[in-house]
């Protein structure tokens, strides 16, 4: 096959694909934009219903801003001295805790939001904060730093750096 030909059919369909998704999140927006959906947009704009979710979840909304950036914080606070640990051990052991820092994505979210309601039920204070929640983000996505961050560490070849520092 001619590669213009299969680089503009490869095209297409991925512009297919990426109106499939956005078409209904712009029917929704505009949903929620209009007077009557069933009209259109020739009953008018409104930002009533924006207001009106606004009400109502407000305190939702910035519970999980709140909640993001202290997974960000907690994890990232975590994941780097733990990658820079295991870059720099040449220890057997390293990859073995390599390995089990990346079992949490292969267990379900699911199945580890049930270990720990089973394991930390019973302490009712906790169970009910947003720092339980905290513990259940950070525990899944911990991995995933961890990971994202060694690999930067290696291909950014740390130990050079680290000896031009040390000759400064």
Not at 1 to 29: D, E, G, K, Y
Not at 30 to 56: C, D, H, I, P
Not at 71 to 86: D, Q
Request: glycine share 4%; aromatic share 12%; hydrophobic share 60%.
């Amino acid at each position: 096959m001619n590669p213009r030909i299969r680089f503009f059919l490869q095209l297409s369909f991925t512009l297919l694909v990426c109106l499939f998704m956005i078409i209904p999140v712009a029917m929704s927006v505009m949903a929620g934009l209009t007077e009557n959906y069933f009209v259109g947009l020739k009953s008018g704009l409104t930002l009533r219903w924006v207001s009106e979710v606004w009400q109502l979840y407000s305190n939702t909304i910035w519970l999980s801003i709140k909640l993001a950036l202290a997974c960000l914080v907690i994890t990232t606070l975590i994941s780097v001295p733990a990658a820079y640990g295991l870059l720099r051990s040449r220890r057997r052991w390293a990859n073995a805790i390599e390995e089990l820092l990346l079992l949490p994505v292969a267990v379900p979210g699911l199945a580890t939001a049930l270990a720990l309601l089973l394991a930390y039920g019973s302490y009712r204070e906790f169970r009910g904060s947003w720092l339980f929640i905290l513990v259940g983000h950070v525990l899944f996505t911990l991995p995933f730093m961890v990971r994202a961050v060694l690999s930067v560490m290696q291909t950014a070849r740390l130990p050079l750096l680290e000896e031009a520092a040390a000759s400064l």
